[in-house]
């Protein structure tokens, strides 16, 4: 029988029980400031015309969270409030079955932002899972 020898790390291990992110920029001398927020992002539903495995939000036709309104409305006057914001972007679910969808894109608009849709585009050619109402 050949014996093998054990090998030991040649480099620490880190876990969160001993490792100080802080404390490690403070060693070296850097600071870590935020300098500005550039994108908001939204999530504003649940709702969405398929049930991907994958999807990080558990996003299905059987979901039925959606922001209403005046939640819509606070996150436009965050917009407005903050210049250096120039980016929203909407995801979902999928973001298009939100009533609100084609207002809150609108306004953003009038505000000077970009807007970014993440969605699966299939909502265009498959509707609404709920109304079977189509975005063509």
């Known amino acids: 029988m ?6 030991e ?8 029980d001993n490792y100080n992110f802080d404390a490690v920029i403070h060693e070296h001398g850097l600071q870590l400031k935020p300098l500005t927020i550039e994108t908001f992002q939204v999530n504003i539903t649940k709702l969405c ?6 999807c990080h939000v558990d996003a ?3 979901r039925t969270e959606q922001m209403n309104l005046r939640t819509v409305n606070r996150c436009l006057e965050i917009l407005a409030q903050h210049e250096s914001v120039r980016n929203l972007d909407l995801t979902g679910g999928a973001p298009e079955l939100n009533p ?6 609108i306004e953003a608009r009038k505000l000077g932002k ?3 849709v993440r969605h699966n585009l299939t909502v265009t050619f498959d509707g609404n899972p709920r109304t079977g109402e189509s975005k063509r």
């Open 2 to 7: 050949i014996e093998l020898p054990v090998l």
């Open 9 to 16: 790390p040649t480099v620490d291990i880190v876990t969160d």
């Open 49 to 54: 015309n398929q049930a991907c495995q994958h």
């Open 114 to 116: 970009h807007i970014l």
């Open 100 to 105: 609100h969808f084609d207002y809150f894109v």
């Open 60 to 62: 299905s036709p059987k």
